[in-house]
């Protein structure tokens, strides 16, 4: 997923955000987790997580950004080429 701080302002056009990716580690065949305004733990300013997006948000706002849910299913394969 690459969220950007220039993702923040489009939050506030929504009812509910839901954020959709892949990763490896999550239980089988998806997870769906509430999210929150949180701080980004990435050592990168490109990227951001959806809860430091939320907390951008939050910050320039003055409010927070409707309800938002991650929904991650898992993934096995990330290299590429053909197995």
């Given at each position: 997923?690459?969220?950007?701080?220039?993702?923040?302002?489009?939050?506030?056009?929504?009812?509910?955000?839901?954020?959709?990716?892949?990763?490896?580690?999550?239980?089988?065949?998806?997870?769906?987790?509430?999210?929150?305004?949180?701080?980004?733990?990435?050592?990168?300013?490109?990227?951001?997580?959806?809860?430091?997006?939320?907390l951008i948000?939050?910050?320039?706002?003055?409010?927070?950004?409707?309800s938002a849910?991650?929904?991650?299913?898992?993934?096995?394969?990330?290299?590429?080429?053909?197995?």
């Amino acid at each position: 997923m690459q969220l950007l701080i220039e993702h923040a302002p489009n939050l506030a056009r929504f009812d509910q955000i839901l954020f959709v990716d892949t990763d490896m580690p999550c239980g089988e065949p998806f997870e769906f987790l509430a999210m929150h305004a949180g701080k980004n733990s990435s050592y990168s300013s490109h990227t951001l997580t959806p809860g430091a997006l939320l907390l951008i948000h939050l910050q320039v706002y003055q409010h927070a950004a409707p309800s938002a849910f991650f929904t991650a299913y898992r993934g096995y394969h990330f290299e590429l080429g053909i197995h």
